[in-house]
């Protein structure tokens, strides 16, 4: 029912986890090493393919150059061809920037064109919510998760020695269901709702008129407006918008899973990186960088939080950079300027290998058929959000709960 819950089964046989963390270093060390060497192979041979089932293209290594790939058998239509493209305008920019980076990009790179590309990603023009629409969510599903979810505010808002001003942030709106559960179910409690200012993270702008309406605000700008109780609530594209100098409380409810994540997947050379690339007929898929790339060092640092029994294992390791990045972010605005933060999603309790999925209409997708058109979700880390708030500040204030349908 809910927007994972039809994806469990396959994720739990998938996701077997682990390598030892000298092993890990090992094979990433390996993987440079027999980049070197693959990098002198002659023009065009063919190497290994991406084992997901869900693929099944070709991966052809390239000799010297960094992060590229053969693309002598890959199609290269005519730069005036008359022929008319079926192509959607989200297909057409995502074969631009490849054919005009000269490679393919990465799988995070792919994801987050798909879901936020301005013109034409998939939150960004319409209500993706509900039976009419590709998933639900708890807010949408009953007014409890947003009551509950306010609960948990004012816990926090009240150990705090209820501070007079609080800025009230939530990543990923969606609707504006949960931040309209949890002011009606605090209405009862002025001094908290009075101390509010509430700020919105929010891409889309299809999203944030939905938003505008669900929480009945009277628009002042583009970005400002009050609601008939006379709360503040002010929309932004990143944390780092939203003013500092306040206790910040944050909830993050079904954000972390829509960020991008970059997969890997051990090769015979080492760990390799699966890009998206163009194919002879024209299609996306999936290919392996011949040598590491940028995201590899992220992919070191996540396992060197890895428990080392767990390494050995694992074939493919699914990481999100911004995650950890947001994480941190957060951790370190609330060091500052205290509050805490409320994570709940879904994922794991330990390295995510192979969780990338697309919903449609309720329905698992490929995730290459039609983007733009299905939602992309990936499992969360969450020891990875766990030590990289650590990084930063400790744990003090960090909430993180997590569902896992197993
Ligand atoms: C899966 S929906 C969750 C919606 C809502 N939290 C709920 O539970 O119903 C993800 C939300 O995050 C927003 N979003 C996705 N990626 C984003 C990004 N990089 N920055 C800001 N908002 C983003 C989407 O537009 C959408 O509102």
């Known amino acids: 029912m809910l927007r994972r819950f039809i994806g469990q089964a396959s994720i739990a046989q998938r996701c077997r986890c682990l390598i030892s963390r000298q ?3 090992d094979t990433l060390r390996r993987c440079s090493s027999s980049a070197t060497a693959s990098s002198q192979a002659p023009v065009g041979t063919s190497a290994e393919q991406p084992t997901n089932t869900q693929f099944s293209d070709d991966y052809t290594s390239q000799p010297a150059a960094r992060i590229s790939i053969d693309r002598s058998g890959l199609s290269n239509p005519p730069e005036h061809s008359h022929e008319t493209s079926k192509d959607s305008e989200l297909v057409k920019h995502l074969k631009s920037i490849i054919k005009f980076r000269g490679g393919p990009i990465s799988v995070a790179e792919y994801m987050e064109e798909v879901l936020i590309n301005p013109k034409a990603g998939f939150y960004i023009n319409r209500d993706v919510f509900g039976a009419e629409g590709d998933f639900i969510t708890s807010p949408e599903v009953s007014q409890m998760f947003g009551e509950m979810v306010g609960v948990w505010a004012m816990c926090l808002w009240e150990q705090m020695g209820q501070p007079d001003r609080v800025n009230l942030v939530e990543l990923g709106p969606g ?25 919105m993270i929010e ?3 299809a999203l944030k008129k939905i938003q505008k309406l669900t929480l009945k605000c009277e628009d002042e700008d583009e970005n400002t407006a009050t609601t008939l109780t006379g709360t503040p609530v002010s929309w932004h594209s990143t944390l780092e918008e939203v003013p500092t100098g306040l206790p910040t409380i944050i909830i993050a409810h079904e954000f972390y899973d829509a960020l991008p994540v970059h997969q890997f997947q051990k090769a015979s050379r080492g760990w390799c990186e699966k890009m998206i690339d163009v194919a002879e007929d024209s299609k996306f898929r999936v290919v392996l960088s011949p040598q590491p790339t940028p995201a590899t060092l992220y992919l070191l640092k996540r396992c060197k939080w890895a428990p080392t029994e ?10 999100c950079p911004k995650a950890m990045d947001l994480t941190q972010n957060i951790a370190k605005r609330i060091s500052s300027d205290g509050g805490g933060a409320l994570i709940i999603d879904y994922g794991l309790d330990g390295i995510v290998s192979d969780s990338l999925q697309a919903i449609r209409k309720h329905k698992f997708v490929n995730m290459l058929d039609d983007p733009g058109s299905a939602d992309l979700s990936a499992y969360v880390d ?10 930063v500040s400790g744990l003090h204030s960090l909430f993180i709960i997590w569902v896992l349908f197993l």
Request: aromatic letters at 6%; hydrophobic letters at 40%.
């Open 23 to 25: 092993s890990s270093a």
């Open 310 to 319: 767990d390494l050995s294992k694992l074939e493919h390791v699914e990481i």
């Open 203 to 205: 891409v889309s702008p």
């Open 382 to 391: 969450f020891p990875a959000i766990k030590h990289s708030a650590e990084e």
């Open 175 to 199: 609707r504006g269901t949960l931040m309209a559960d949890l002011l009606r179910g605090a209405s009862k409690f002025e001094k908290f709702t009075k101390s509010l200012n509430i700020h």
